[in-house]
Nanobody, 124 residues
Framework: QVQLVESGGGLVQAGGSLRLSCAAS????????MGWFRQAPGEEREFVAA????????YYEDSVKGRFTISRDNAKSTVYLQMNSLKPEDTAVYYC?????????????????WGQGTQVTVSS
């Protein structure tokens, strides 16, 4: 049974930082591309960042470029999202997802497995 468990969310002031973690089990983590998505209240879920199985590249949504960093530790079957210079508009539930394609993609249907999400709230 595949499980993706996010952690690290919380309440932070604008300009602050958070580090999200997503621990995976039940899959060969090192062969999966991993992505982070988010969903703000009343909005559709959107792509944030992705990293391929090889970790040789990273892909970001424009509004988070230069502020967020995605990384992975295949030995720990964990993907991270370091979020700096947070803004109130970053407030959302953040989800990690796994894609057996192994390549970074923004397309949600390419991700077979999803976590339950972790709330990030940025106050102004």
């Amino acid at each position: 049974q595949v499980q993706l468990v996010e952690s690290g969310g919380g309440l932070v002031q604008a300009g602050g930082s958070l580090r999200l973690s997503c621990a995976a089990s039940g899959l060969t983590f090192s062969t999966y591309a991993m992505g982070w998505f988010r969903q703000a209240p009343g909005e559709e879920r959107e792509f944030v960042a992705a990293i391929p199985w090889s970790a040789n590249s990273e892909y970001y949504e424009d509004s988070v470029k230069g502020r967020f960093t995605i990384s992975r530790d295949n030995a720990k079957s964990t993907v991270y999202l370091q979020m700096n210079s947070l803004k109130p508009e970053d407030t959302a539930v953040y989800y990690c997802a796994a894609s057996s394609s192994g390549i970074s993609t923004t397309l949600q249907h390419m991700y077979e497995y999803w976590g339950q999400g972790t709330q990030v709230t940025v106050s102004s």
